[in-house]
């Protein structure tokens, strides 16, 4: 990998927040390297997030399974929003969970975490989701003009792709990342084609409008492997389409 290519660009921010972060006590986690972070104020950044007009116009949401987005997913089943969440690495045929706040058996936030939701939540195929009014990333880095880094899997990317192709993401479709005030940095991100961008950076104590942030048109192959498309049903079931 060549010392200045974006992904080993990407990388170094990563360390510098993750170690920020560590040095601010400002996580739940014993260690933040390798993750989205569990960071301290989640709940607060979440209220923040449901205090907007666009958070209470939407009943559709999409949102990453992460700790530090449990609060916006239970806040969004207890609002009687509809709330998918992706299933781990998109292994499945049926790649996103529906929580469906009208048949929940369970308590909103207990429906919410990740372990539970698998357990008791439908999957449904990508073509089976509503239109979506509100999509929420988790990032370990962002910056204010939207470019956004999560932990080098790649996977939100991708739903965001097989979202878009479906007509799932519109124009009015909004995206957000709710993290800690020490992942806002003023690093400049370096950007890929199929990197999603954020409409909105919402931490515990600010909301950050984000000017023209980037779209993916759809699913970008010359980025993907084949090893990448085979493990991905709903991606190879489209490579051929």
């Known amino acids: ?24 006590d400002a996580v739940h986690d014993p260690s933040v390297h390798g993750r989205i972070p569990h960071f301290k104020g989640a709940e607060e950044a979440a209220s923040r997030l449901a205090g907007l007009s666009a958070w209470q116009r939407a009943s559709v949401v999409k949102a990453v399974p992460d700790k530090a987005q449990l609060p916006v997913r239970a806040r969004a089943l207890e609002e009687g929003k509809t709330v998918y ?38 999957t449904v195929e990508v073509d089976a989701l509503r239109p979506l009014d509100l999509i929420v990333l988790g990032s370990v880095a962002v910056n204010r003009d939207g470019a956004r880094i999560g932990k080098g899997a ?28 020490l992942q806002v940095t003023d690093i400049p991100i370096p950007t890929t084609a199929h990197d999603v961008g954020v409409d909105l950076i919402v931490t515990p104590h600010e909301t950050i409008a984000c000017p023209n942030p980037h779209r993916p048109s759809g699913v970008d192959w010359s980025a993907l492997t084949a090893e990448k498309i085979a493990t991905i049903p709903a991606l190879a079931a489209r490579q051929g389409t």
């Not at 010392?3 to 170094?12: E, F, H, M, T, W």
Request: glycine share 2%; net charge negative.
């Open 1 to 24: 990998m060549a010392a200045n290519s974006p992904d080993r660009a990407k990388q170094a921010v990563r360390t510098q927040v993750w170690d920020a972060l560590t040095a601010a």
């Open 85 to 122: 969440m992706a299933v781990p690495k998109l292994a499945t045929p049926k790649p996103f969970y529906l929580l469906d706040p009208a048949t929940l058996t369970v308590p909103p936030l207990e429906a919410a975490a990740s372990r539970t939701a698998a357990a008791i939540a439908p």
């Open 154 to 181: 790649g996977y939100s990317d991708i739903e965001f792709a097989l979202l878009t192709e479906a007509g799932l993401v519109t124009p009015e479709t909004l995206v957000v990342t709710t993290v800690h005030a």
